[in-house]
């Protein structure tokens, strides 16, 4: 079965300092790779995806992500994070077989101003 | 565009009874979603529609979940009877295979008591 662990629960960081989560999954075939952001209050948001080609892709407001194959992992990185980005971050995983999304636990990321 | 609308925002109800969410997906998306999120986890895929028909149900609780999308356009998630362990927010999603990308309602919270 397919899985998607992200591996810390609450991060709580000051602003400016740098922010890793991170994600692994388990699935065999091809997949699409995500994070997913909720504000407080407010729906889903893509953050940023990654499908093919150059393994290092930038999403919106700084955020990127690395997907290591052989690690199965695509963790997110912001160089200095800002109070704005308190939010919840899910990374999911599109399995290309059934088009089913699979979400992580998610992390809770509280920046103190 | 218009995103993915869902109603009622809010719902609570008491044990037992029963109780229905909407969803209108964004146009011309084939693929619906609803998910569970109980507070404090990810989401949870509940069932996954390709334009009229189920792709998956294999989360949903047979015994008093249903959904339908009669005409592959807008969907409805029904509870009956209700637990205390419903409580969650119901999120809907769509997408399309062009896309490959899960766009997400604001969601409808539910609190069983």
């Known amino acids: 079965a397919q899985s998607v662990s992200q591996h810390n629960h609450h991060v709580i960081l000051s602003e400016a300092a740098s922010l890793e989560l991170g994600c692994n999954y388990s699935y065999g075939g091809t997949v699409n790779l995500f994070w997913y952001v909720q504000y407080p209050g407010q729906h889903l948001q893509l953050l940023l995806k990654y499908f093919s080609g150059d393994p290092l892709v930038k999403g919106i407001k700084g955020f990127e992500a690395e997907f290591i194959k052989s690690k199965f992992s695509f963790n997110l990185r912001k160089p200095s994070v800002q109070w704005s980005d308190t939010a919840e971050y899910f990374c999911?995983?599109?399995?290309?077989?059934?088009?089913?999304?699979?979400f992580g636990t998610g992390t809770s990321l509280t920046v103190i101003p | 565009e218009a995103g993915v609308a869902q109603s009622p925002r809010y719902k609570i109800i008491e044990k037992r009874q029963s109780v229905a969410f909407w969803c209108n997906p964004i146009?011309?998306?084939?693929?619906l979603y609803w998910y569970q999120q109980i507070l404090g986890q990810g989401p949870k895929l509940l069932i996954q529609?390709?334009?009229?028909?189920?792709?998956?149900d294999s989360q949903l609780p047979k015994d008093r979940f249903s959904a339908e999308r009669l005409k592959g356009v807008d969907s409805t998630l029904k509870i009956q009877p209700a637990k205390l362990e419903d409580s969650a927010v119901y999120l809907c999603?769509?997408?399309?295979?062009?896309?490959?990308?899960?766009?997400f309602g604001q969601g409808t919270r539910l609190t069983v008591v």
């Open positions: 529609f390709q334009n009229n028909g189920v792709v998956d």
């Open positions: 146009s011309g998306h084939a693929t």
């Open positions: 999603a769509s997408s399309s295979p062009r896309i490959s990308e899960a766009f």
């Open positions: 999911a995983v599109n399995a290309f077989t059934g088009n089913q999304f699979y």
